[in-house]
C-alpha cells in the first residue's frame, strides 16, 4: 500500500530509504479546515500554537509546507479554557467599573509638595554658610568648597517669574548633590513672592531627556529581537503603566480596598499583556491559568504570614501616605497589593516559558505522552525557578543594601534585624512570591500537558517549523 501511494506522488517524494508507514506505522493526515465534522473558522480563536498550518494533497504528506492558519484546539478544549477564563475576565471588568471612583475628589497634594517649576544653573561658586537670604558669596572665584556651602545662581525657565535669576545657598558634602553650570534642575516654589529666593526648594534635577533616551534604547533592543511580538508586548507595557495610573492608583487613594483594587488590577494587566503579546492562543491560555492559581497562592500566603508576623506595611512613605490622606487607608492591605502585583511580572514570565516549553516539546515529538511531556517540562522548570527565585532575592538585596548595612553596624543581632518591621515585610513579599513561583511549575507543566495531548495524534507537529522559519 505505501509503494502504491509513492507510485501516485511526484518524484520529489518518493523515499530513499523505508518508508515512514514501514518505521512509525501509517501516517495520520492533518485534518484540514474544510473537513466535515473538523476544525472550521466558525469556532472560537483559541489554537494550539505548534499545530499544523494546513493539510497537504490526499495520501500525501501535508506536514511543514502548508501555509495556512494553526490548527484550533479541538472543541472540547476551547469550550473547558473558555468556561474556565470568560468568568475571571467578566470579574476583572466588572471590578474596575464598581472600584473605579467615577465622580469622586482625589484627595489633593496640600501640604505635601509646592509647586514644581522648571530651571537652569547659570553659576556656581564657593560661599559661606549663611542663613537662606543672606547669601554672602566667595568673590574671589574660588572653587566650591568640599565640605561647606556653594551659592547657586539659577535661572528660572517657568513660572510667573520666569527669566529672573535667584541665588540659593546650598550644603556640600557627601550624599548632597553636586551642581555645575548648564544644569537643569527642578524647584519647589512656595509663597507669593516668586522673584525672591526664600520662595524656592531645590528638589532635584530634571531626568526626563536621558531616560526617555534609555526608554528609547530599550524598546529598539526589544523591537530588533521580538519584531511583530516585541511590538505587542511594549504596547502590553505600555497599557500595563494606563492600568496601574488610571485604575490602581486613583481607587486606592479614593479609599478603596487596596487587596480588591490590586487583584482587580493584576488581573486586568494579566488579560491584556499576555493576550497582546503571545495571541489568543490555547497555549497562553493554559499560561494564565497557571498564572491565577499561582497569584491565588500568593495571596493567600501573603495574608496568613502577614497577620502572624504582626506587620502593619508601614514605611517612611506610607507614613507620608497617611499624613496626607488622613489615616483613610489601609497600610497592611497596601503591603499585600504590592505583594500581588509585584509577583504577576514574575509569574508571567515562569507560566508562559512553561507553557511554551510542552508546546515545544510536543512540537518536536507528537508521540510523547502527557507523562512524559509533563516530566520533560518539569525538568526545564527545575532550572527556571532556582533562578527566579535567585533574581527575586537579589533584586531585594540590591535594592535594601542601606537598610542592610545600617542593620549589620546597628550592634543588634541577626535575627532581631531579620525580625525588624522594614526587613520582616520583605522577607514576607520575597518568600511568598518565591513560593508562587515553584508551585507555578508544576501547575502550569500539568495544564499544558493536559491540553495539548487533548487533540488529535497530528496536533502538535512540526507544521509551524516552516512558517517560523519565513517569519525568522
Known sequence: MARHQSGNQPERARPSRASPEEETGPIQRVPRLSDPGGIGPAHTGL????????????????????????????????????????????AAIIGMALLYPFGDELPGNEGLTGTPVDADVVAVAASSCTP???????????????????????????????????TKTEPVGPGRPQFAPGDAIVLEYHGAAPEQAGSYQVVDFQRGTPLFVLACAFALAVLLLGRWQGARALL?????????????????????????????????????TLYLSHG???????????????????????????????????????????????????????????????????????????SSAVWELRHANPALSRRQLYAAGLRIGRDHVAASVNTLVMAYAGAALPVLLYSAISGVGMGSILGSQDIAQEIVRTLAGSIGIVAAVPV????????????PAGTGTRADAHTHELRA
Not at 56 to 83: E, F, I, K, N, S
Not at 146 to 166: M, N, R, Y
Not at 334 to 344: E, T
Open 280 to 354: 489568543l492562543s490555547a497555549r497562553t491560555s493554559v499560561a494564565i491559568l497557571g498564572t491565577l492559581v499561582s497569584l491565588t497562592l500568593i495571596g493567600v500566603i501573603s495574608a496568613a504570614f502577614t497577620e502572624l508576623n504582626h506587620l502593619t506595611g508601614l514605611d517612611e512613605s506610607t507614613s507620608t501616605l497617611i499624613g496626607t490622606l488622613g489615616g483613610g487607608i489601609d497600610t497592611r492591605g497596601l503591603l499585600l497589593a504590592g505583594i500581588v502585583i509585584g509577583a504577576l511580572g514574575v509569574l508571567d514570565d515562569v507560566t508562559v516559558t512553561q
Open 444 to 455: 502550569t507543566t500539568a495544564l499544558a500537558a493536559l491540553i495539548v495531548t487533548a487533540g
Open 47 to 90: 489554537r494550539q500554537d505548534g499545530d499544523a498550518h494546513g493539510a497537504g494533497d490526499p495520501g500525501g504528506h501535508g506536514h511543514a509546507h502548508a501555509h495556512g492558519p494553526a490548527t484550533p484546539a479541538p472543541p472540547r478544549v476551547r469550550t473547558l479554557l473558555t468556561a474556565l477564563l470568560v468568568p475571571f475576565a467578566l
Open 236 to 272: 502590553g507595557l505600555g497599557l500595563s503603566f494606563v492600568v496601574i495610573a488610571l485604575f490602581i492608583l486613583p481607587a486606592i487613594l479614593a479609599g478603596q480596598d487596596p487587596v480588591l483594587v490590586g487583584i482587580v488590577g493584576a488581573g486586568v494587566i494579566m488579560f491584556l
Open 132 to 166: 537662606q537670604g543672606d547669601v554672602e558669596v566667595d568673590t574671589g572665584g574660588g572653587e566650591p568648597t568640599e565640605h561647606g556651602c556653594v551659592a547657586v545662581d539659577i535661572e528660572l525657565a517657568e513660572g510667573p517669574a520666569a527669566g529672573s535669576t535667584i
